[in-house]
Every structure is written in structure tokens, then in C-alpha cells.
């Protein structure tokens, strides 16, 4: 690989100005993106905040009007702005009902790395995302250490204390305690560097992309996701140097932190020519797809490096190869086609879309086929299946009221179907939907497409 040219001294002091204040120049909503809604409304019944709250400022066209008004210089950066766009899901159901193709999770993404930059939150806010998107979760080890403590919490019967002692009522956190996703026994960081053989006759050698946060609390997927790999004749390799896709952070708009991960997990992955990089989730799925959008409208990353990914020099085409390998696993399964035999397992579930599956990688057949291909398995459609369930990242906690509407609204309708469990592909939505059977005492288990899929191996 030819060695990056060294950077000019304006080049440098940018670079620096830009690590300081987490965004950079160009991360704003641009006007050939915003322009193209032509203010049909057709997105407006799809938007679950605007079925919440039947104003217009928190639908995806009202939103899309406060920000070309700021582009424009014709609004103030507002308490009222950012809780708008905060309130957003960003689960990008108006972006499938939209006939003019406004891509605005971009828009949303870019609006939120603006806010960073122009917009002062109260201190405790912005000790939190400080902590949260640029200490936490770029640091593995630090993941594992909070992880450790958070286990000690749940496991010395502390946890059971503060619910049983009312005193997570006295301070309102009942319902923010009940989304705390149980920590693993044994985490997943330990499989990081191994390759994991097909079973019977390769077809195919691909990345396993293991997430930060489920490699604490989703390792038991991440075991079974692997097996199934293996069973349907897939080499696995756990690339070691790994890292947090960046989804949470450019979801929040701290683009600078996305970007640098994007950076490390495209040279972590792109070392080796894989068949597929995948992922059991999609949240990290879609953000991975989308690496480009982290570069392409900053020239300073696009053209100063071409083709490089080390130091800071990843660009554009960098990421766009690595997003051509990216799969969701069910979308990889589908298309190889399943080889391992399955055995009967009478069951009827319903399947929950996960908004970054369905409306940002538009994947909605392949696990369903999945789940059919299971010999006894009857799948049941609930209701608005494609509906957000409140998980969004962080929104459940940061937004927790509305996050808990629409969690009520989707578990009445996956009682419905009378289906014992409740398969999904998204690991937040697993934990949100879960949080939901207890809170909702419906009874219902809730699986990842693959967990039904290793169950009838
Ligand atoms: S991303 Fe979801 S919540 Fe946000 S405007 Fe679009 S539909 Fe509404
Ligand atoms: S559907 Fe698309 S074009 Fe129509 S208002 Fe919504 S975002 Fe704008």
C-alpha cells in the first residue's frame, strides 16, 4: 500500500480543530438532498412520531423544512429544533413511503452533527454523550470493565434490591431499569482472532462482524450465528482488530468518532478478501453499508489519501468496497441458500421487522424465507410488522416515554397473532422487545432469525 503524502500545516491544524469539537465543516444537511422533498406528505402516516403527536414539526417533512430553514440562515438553533430532531427516531420509515427518494436518515444524521456544533446542551447531557460516544464505546476494554460492573450490580442482588426497595420508582427509572440487557457470563471478546472451519465442503469464507456492546450481552447469538455460518458450509474468521461499528455516534451525529471507527474496521476487514463481511444486526448492518456517507461529503477525507485506510487518509472508495461486502446474515443465508438439514420444530411465531433491516437496508423477504424454511414453523404476520418498536439505539432510554408508547402499540399487536414467540433480527430490538413481553405480560420468547434457524439444527 503507497504511503500517505504528509499532511499541510492547514490540513493538520483542521484535522486537530476537528478532533477538538467532534464535528467537522462539511457535516450539515446539504441542499441537493433536502431539496429533493417536494412536501407531499406521504410520509407523514408512516412517521411514528407524528401518529404520537400530530404535529407537524415532528413528522419527516416538518423536520426536513426546520432544516433547510437553518441551512438557509432563516431559523435560530432552538430548544425547539433540537427537540424535534432529537425526538426522532431515525428509524427511516418515512424514507420507504417517500415517492421522491429523500434519503433522510442522512439528513436527520447531518442535522444532529450540526446541533453538536452549534447548540450548547445542558452540562450533564453533554457529559454523557461525551462519555458514552467518544470514551466508551470506541474502547473495548472499557466496554468490558463497565460490563464486569454492571454484571456485579445484576448478580449480587443489588439489582433485585433497588426494584424490590421502590426506589427505582422514587426516581422514575422503573422503566429505563427494565431495558438494562442481561451481561454474559463469558463475553465475546474472547473468540476475537479465531476462524471457525466450515462443516462439510466450503462454500464460502466470510468476516464476522461482532458489535461492541452485544459482545457483552448478545454473546450467545453471536455463538449461534457463527454455528449457523458453519453448519451451511461458511469458514468463519473473528477479525481481531475490530472495533464498534459507529452507529450509536453517527446516529448522534459525532461523526468524528464514527469516521475513526469506520477507519479501523475498514482496514480490520478489508485485510483479506472475504466472500462477505456479516453481521447478525441491523443497526450495525445499515451504518456499515452507509461508511460512504461518512466520507463522501467531506472532501478533506475523500481526496486527501485516495484508496488509503491507514492514519487518516480512508476514502470514499475505500469505504464503498468495504460496503459492497457487507450482509446482513439473514440476506447472506437467503441468497447461499441453506445446505445444513433441519430438523421438525412445531412452533407458530410472528416476525417484527427491525427498522434498519426493512427501511434502511429494504430486506424484508430473506428472513421471512428463512423462518418458512424451518420444517413445523408457522409464521404469522402481526400487524404493522414494519412499525418502529421504540428500541432506536439509545432513544428508549433517552426518549423513554415515547419509546414505551409504541412499545404498548407493538406488543398488543404481536399478542395478537397468538404466536408463543416473537423473531426479529436486530439484537435492540430483541432487548426492547423482551422488556415489552415482561412489562406487557404477554409470555412471549423473543428470538433472532438465527437462533430459530441453530435450534433446528
Ligand atoms: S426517521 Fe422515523 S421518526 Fe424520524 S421522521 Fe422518519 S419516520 Fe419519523
Ligand atoms: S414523502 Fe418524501 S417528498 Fe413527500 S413530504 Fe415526505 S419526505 Fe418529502
Given at each position: 500500500?503507497?504511503?500517505?503524502?504528509?499532511?499541510?500545516?492547514?490540513?493538520?491544524?483542521?484535522?486537530?480543530?476537528?478532533t477538538l469539537s467532534g464535528f467537522t465543516a462539511g457535516d450539515k444537511p446539504e441542499y441537493a438532498d433536502y431539496s429533493r422533498c417536494i412536501h407531499c406528505g406521504l410520509c407523514l402516516n408512516a412517521c411514528p412520531t407524528y401518529r404520537l403527536w400530530h404535529n407537524e414539526a415532528d413528522s419527516p417533512r416538518g423536520r426536513i423544512r426546520q432544516m433547510a430553514l437553518i441551512d438557509q440562515g432563516r431559523?435560530?438553533?432552538?430548544?425547539?429544533?433540537?427537540?424535534?430532531?432529537?425526538?426522532?427516531?431515525?428509524?427511516?420509515?418515512?424514507?420507504?413511503?417517500?415517492?421522491?427518494?429523500?434519503?433522510?436518515?442522512?439528513?436527520?444524521?447531518?442535522?444532529?452533527?450540526?446541533?453538536?456544533?452549534?447548540?450548547?446542551?445542558?452540562?450533564?447531557?453533554?457529559?454523557?454523550?461525551?462519555?458514552?460516544?467518544?470514551?466508551?464505546?470506541?474502547?473495548?476494554?472499557?466496554?468490558?470493565?463497565?460490563?464486569?460492573?454492571?454484571?456485579?450490580?445484576?448478580?449480587?442482588?443489588?439489582?433485585?434490591?433497588?426494584?424490590?426497595?421502590?426506589?427505582?420508582?422514587?426516581?422514575?427509572?422503573?422503566?429505563?431499569?427494565?431495558?438494562?440487557?442481561?451481561?454474559?457470563?463469558?463475553?465475546?471478546?474472547?473468540?476475537?482472532?479465531?476462524?471457525?472451519?466450515?462443516?462439510?465442503?466450503?462454500?464460502?469464507?466470510?468476516?464476522?462482524?461482532?458489535?461492541?456492546?452485544?459482545?457483552?450481552?448478545?454473546?450467545?447469538?453471536?455463538?449461534?450465528?457463527?454455528?449457523?455460518?458453519?453448519?451451511?458450509?461458511?469458514?468463519?474468521?473473528?477479525?481481531?482488530?475490530?472495533?464498534?461499528?459507529?452507529?450509536?455516534?453517527?446516529?448522534?451525529?459525532?461523526?468524528?468518532?464514527?469516521?475513526?471507527?469506520?477507519?479501523?474496521?475498514?482496514?480490520?476487514?478489508?485485510?483479506?478478501?472475504?466472500?462477505?463481511?456479516?453481521?447478525?444486526?441491523?443497526?450495525?448492518?445499515?451504518?456499515?453499508?452507509?461508511?460512504?456517507?461518512?466520507?463522501?461529503?467531506?472532501?478533506?477525507?475523500?481526496?486527501?489519501?485516495?484508496?488509503?485506510?491507514?492514519?487518516?487518509?480512508?476514502?470514499?472508495?475505500?469505504?464503498?468496497?468495504?460496503?459492497?461486502?457487507?450482509?446482513?446474515?439473514?440476506?447472506?443465508?437467503?441468497?447461499?441458500?441453506?445446505?445444513?438439514?433441519?430438523?421438525?420444530?412445531?412452533?407458530?411465531?410472528?416476525?417484527?421487522?427491525?427498522?434498519?433491516?426493512?427501511?434502511?437496508?429494504?430486506?424484508?423477504?430473506?428472513?421471512?424465507?428463512?423462518?418458512?424454511?424451518?420444517?413445523?414453523?408457522?409464521?404469522?404476520?402481526?400487524?404493522?410488522?414494519?412499525?418502529?418498536?421504540?428500541?432506536?439505539?439509545?432513544?428508549?432510554?433517552?426518549?423513554?416515554?415515547?419509546?414505551?408508547?409504541?412499545?404498548?402499540?407493538?406488543?398488543?399487536?404481536?399478542?395478537?397473532?397468538?404466536?408463543?414467540?416473537?423473531?426479529?433480527?436486530?439484537?435492540?430490538?430483541?432487548?426492547?422487545?423482551?422488556?415489552?413481553?415482561?412489562?406487557?405480560?404477554?409470555?412471549?420468547?423473543?428470538?433472532?432469525?438465527?437462533?430459530?434457524?441453530?435450534?433446528?439444527?
Open positions: 500500500m503507497p504511503a500517505a503524502p504528509p499532511l499541510t500545516h492547514e490540513e493538520a491544524q483542521r484535522e486537530f480543530a476537528e431559523l435560530e438553533f432552538s430548544d425547539a429544533f433540537v427537540t424535534h430532531i432529537d425526538r426522532c427516531l431515525d428509524c427511516r420509515a418515512c424514507e420507504t413511503a417517500c415517492p421522491s427518494g429523500v434519503e433522510y436518515g442522512k439528513l436527520v444524521e447531518l442535522a444532529r452533527a450540526q446541533i453538536a456544533r452549534n447548540f450548547e446542551r445542558p452540562r450533564l447531557s453533554r457529559f454523557a454523550r461525551r462519555y458514552v460516544f467518544e470514551r466508551l464505546l470506541p474502547n473495548p476494554r472499557r466496554i468490558a470493565r463497565v460490563a464486569q460492573l454492571v454484571r456485579l450490580y445484576q448478580r449480587s442482588g443489588l439489582e433485585a434490591l433497588a426494584r424490590t426497595s421502590g426506589i427505582l420508582r422514587l426516581f422514575g427509572l422503573q422503566q429505563r431499569a427494565a431495558l438494562l440487557p442481561r451481561i454474559d457470563s463469558e463475553f465475546f471478546f474472547s473468540r476475537l482472532g479465531q476462524t471457525f472451519p466450515a462443516k462439510g465442503p466450503r462454500r464460502a469464507r466470510v468476516a464476522f462482524f461482532a458489535g461492541c456492546v452485544a459482545q457483552v450481552t448478545f454473546t450467545e447469538l453471536n455463538d449461534a450465528t457463527i454455528r449457523v455460518l458453519q453448519a451451511n458450509g461458511c469458514e468463519v474468521v473473528v477479525p481481531a482488530n475490530q472495533f464498534c461499528c459507529g452507529a450509536l455516534a453517527a446516529h448522534a451525529g459525532v461523526r468524528n468518532i464514527a469516521r475513526e471507527l469506520a477507519r479501523k474496521n475498514m482496514a480490520a476487514f478489508l485485510a483479506e478478501p472475504f466472500d462477505a463481511i456479516i453481521t447478525n444486526a441491523a443497526g450495525y448492518g445499515s451504518t456499515l453499508k452507509e461508511y460512504p456517507h461518512l466520507f463522501s461529503e467531506n472532501p478533506a477525507d475523500s481526496g486527501r489519501h485516495s484508496n488509503s485506510v491507514d492514519g487518516n487518509g480512508a476514502s470514499a472508495a475505500t469505504a464503498a468496497e468495504f460496503s459492497s461486502r457487507v450482509r446482513d446474515v439473514t440476506e447472506f443465508l437467503a441468497e447461499l441458500g441453506l445446505s445444513a438439514p433441519l430438523r421438525e420444530t412445531k412452533l407458530r411465531v410472528t416476525y417484527q421487522d427491525s427498522c434498519h433491516l426493512a427501511h434502511g437496508q429494504k430486506i424484508r423477504e430473506a428472513p421471512r424465507k428463512l423462518i418458512r424454511a424451518v420444517p413445523g414453523v408457522e409464521l404469522v404476520e402481526m400487524p404493522l410488522a414494519d412499525h418502529c418498536c421504540g428500541s432506536a439505539g439509545i432513544y428508549n432510554v433517552t426518549e423513554t416515554a415515547a419509546s414505551m408508547h409504541l412499545l404498548a402499540e407493538k406488543m398488543q399487536h404481536a399478542k395478537s397473532t397468538a404466536a408463543p414467540v416473537i423473531v426479529t433480527a436486530n439484537p435492540g430490538c430483541i432487548l426492547q422487545l423482551r422488556a415489552g413481553a415482561k412489562l406487557h405480560k404477554t409470555g412471549q420468547q423473543v428470538l433472532h432469525v438465527v437462533e430459530l434457524l441453530a435450534r433446528a439444527i
